[in-house]
């Protein structure tokens, strides 16, 4: 059940552009401390759905709640002060260009903190020492691998330490290492900042190694057809499109794992 | 290796029904010949018939043989005919077997209509007034933000203007002081060929000096500025907005307009006056290397002429033109940045549109000061 205190609650949340409806009627609620996956092919509305989370899109109906608190009716300075709980990483990083590591960090720490410059160096260092970039500070995003600033993107997410992390296919353009060490990352810092996860991937690997509950975007009811638990969903699912997409297009022969 | 075979194809009819023959080497570039026949020959059988392919004189095939058979079965697809390709190679089989396996989307295939003219300029109107309607809210986001800054609550960083005042400004001086050189050149040109015929030459330095200082340096740096920086604020914006990283501003709770259009536009109109400055003094030297030159003038007598025809209104009227210019150009080349789309091609047409936006402007700008300052009898 939904309680006022849910971080994220999305209710009828219909999305489109214009006369055309991607999605209707998305209900669904991501509990404290959950890592929460967004499922779904290709072209579902996956990203576009993060878009909505963000308030980068306006929805055509529906309402998004964060901690009880109507996102979508707010006024955009009530908006900006609830985003300001979250951190996102966009799925190429979206460092900006124009600055060093150090300097993507603490643009919001300048912004929306009174710390000292020394102390914003400071903790913009940590943050990047979390990710495993230590030394790289005075680097230009240009400098370093996709890898690395996706792990700079992450690291500017947190510089805040929010309460919510967005991660938008963390795993796109990583090679399996890598990968597989962001996924590590992203489930240290749930545990260590006690912060609530949702993850937009089609990663069979990532979703059944971080997730702990979710929802699966279908693209031709243009709804939501399952919800839970990804690993449950992959051995218990009833809807063909959620076990041919959980196994990787090969039904399982006589069900079970 | 054998000489290739011709290609062909024969549809064939039997007692046990019919029988197309596909024979020779399949090639993609020699095609055979008669297979449009043997189409029309499919398309001619009555409906619901049974095609065996016998593919045993086959040599060599490639795509070629798989695209005709895929259109003998999609001819025969609406007869309620099928295409038994067990003769085929196993490889031939197998890829005509993927070619079918997903059938064609009902709807997905575009049609293409070319609507009458009077909805394409219907739909041109509505678009235009939705593109100015775009550039009014834009400005007036601009100026709420150049709002913000004047109480101190719009923040970006010193840096990010420092640099551009750099690249709109100091960079640019280089290219802004040859063309306005060359334009006042050609206009004391244009205008000795005509004064020398009164005797009247001396007047050249009257007609250059106006000219650029009221008009020309403005409107000259404006059209070079919308070339050079608007197109650059275009790109650059265009591409963070690809890269997304005007969104990840946006979530961060910082106004991009702030951030990142704001110190553009200041930048542009801080440096377009001292541009303009420039470019009159440039321009009236370009004029006197003509008069003495060409028309015996001493530099002095040259100058003292131009001093004369000038006045101090000229000249600010000259510098507050440029002032607006700038921000035009500025405005138009974040707008179209700010507006693109988040591919390639789309950063490519915003900066084509800034360039076409900011010169526009500034052409109407300068049509529309000429009528207020005639009226105002400056």
Redesign the interface.
């Known amino acids: 059940m939904s309680s006022a205190s849910d971080p994220i609650a999305v209710r009828g949340l219909t999305m489109g552009f214009g006369d055309f409806v991607l999605m209707r009627d998305l209900t669904f609620e991501v509990k404290h401390g959950e890592v929460f996956i967004v499922m779904g092919g290709s072209g579902s509305g996956k990203s576009t759905l993060l ?1 909505h989370l ?3 899109q306006e929805p055509l109906a529906g309402d998004i709640a964060y901690y009880g608190e109507s996102f979508t009716a707010a006024e955009p300075a009530a908006r ?2 609830m ?2 709980r ?1 951190g ?1 990483l ?3 990083g ?5 600055m060093t590591l150090a300097e993507n960090v603490a ?2 720490l300048e ?2 903190t009174d710390l000292r410059p020394r102390d914003v160096r400071e903790v913009a260092e940590l943050k990047l020492a979390l990710v495993g970039l230590r030394g790289f500070e005075d680097y230009y995003p240009s400098e370093i691998s996709g890898g690395m600033q996706k792990r700079a993107g992450l690291a ?1 997410a947190m510089a805040l330490d929010p309460d919510i992390l967005f991660f938008d296919e963390p795993s796109a353009g990583l090679d399996p290492v890598s990968s597989a060490l962001l996924d590590r990352l992203i489930l240290e810092l749930r545990d260590s900042l006690g912060a609530t996860i949702v993850v937009v991937t089609h990663e069979l690997d990532s979703i059944f190694t971080i997730g702990s509950d979710g929802v699966f975007l279908d693209a031709d009811t243009r709804t939501i057809i399952a919800r839970g638990n990804p690993r449950e969903l992959r051995d218990h699912a009833t809807d063909p499109a959620v076990r041919r997409f959980l196994h990787r297009g090969l039904e399982p022969q006589g069900g079970g794992n | 290796m054998t000489a290739p075979a011709a290609a062909s194809a024969d549809l064939r009819t039997a007692a046990a029904g019919a029988v197309l023959a596909v024979a020779g080497d399949w090639r993609i570039g020699a095609a055979a010949a008669d297979q449009d026949a043997a189409l029309k020959a499919l398309a001619a059988l009555p409906a619901g018939s049974a095609v065996t392919v016998d593919a045993a004189a086959l040599g060599a095939w490639d795509s070629a043989l798989i695209a005709f058979l895929l259109q003998a079965v999609e001819t025969l697809r609406p007869l309620g005919g099928r295409l038994d390709a067990t003769g085929l190679p196993v490889g031939a089989r197998k890829l005509l077997d993927l070619a079918v396996a997903v059938p064609e989307k009902q709807g997905a295939r575009r049609t293409a209509r070319i609507p009458p003219l009077i909805e394409r300029i219907g739909q041109t109107v509505i678009a235009i007034g939705r593109e100015a309607d775009g550039f009014v809210s834009f400005v007036g986001d601009v100026t709420l933000s150049l709002g913000r800054f004047v109480t101190g609550r719009a ?1 970006f960083r010193g840096s ?1 203007l420092g640099l551009m005042v750099q690249q709109v400004g100091i960079d640019a001086l280089g290219v802004v002081v040859l063309i306005n050189f060359l334009v006042g050149l050609i206009l004391a040109f244009v205008g000795a060929a005509q004064l020398q015929a009164f005797g009247a030459s001396i007047f050249v330095a009257n007609l250059v000096g106006i000219a650029m200082v009221r008009d020309m340096a403005a409107i000259m740096t404006a059209i070079v500025m919308a070339g050079r920086s608007g197109a650059a604020f275009a790109a650059s914006l265009g ?2 907005q690809a ?3 005007i ?8 106004s991009p307009i702030d951030y990142l259009v704001l110190p553009r536009v200041i930048a542009l109109v801080l440096m377009m006056p001292l541009l303009a400055l420039f470019a009159d003094a440039v321009g009236v030297i370009g004029g006197a290397v003509v008069g003495m030159t060409m028309l015996d003038l001493s530099a002095t007598r040259y100058l003292e002429q131009t001093k004369e025809a000038l006045n101090l209104g000229y000249l600010l009227g000259g510098l507050f033109k440029a002032t607006v210019y700038g921000g035009l150009v500025a405005v138009a080349g974040c707008w179209r940045g700010m507006l693109s789309g988040r591919t390639a091609a789309a950063v490519g047409q915003a900066t084509t549109s800034a360039v076409v936006a900011g010169i526009l402007l500034v052409i109407g700008a300068a049509g529309l000061f000429a009528v207020v300052f005639y009226v105002l009898g400056l």
């Open positions: 878009r963000l308030g980068l900006t002060q985003l300001r979250c996102v966009f799925q190429s979206a460092l900006w260009s124009s643009v919001s912004e929306f500017r | 923040r990010d591409t963070m890269n997304q990283e969104d990840a501003l946006r979530t961060t709770g910082i």
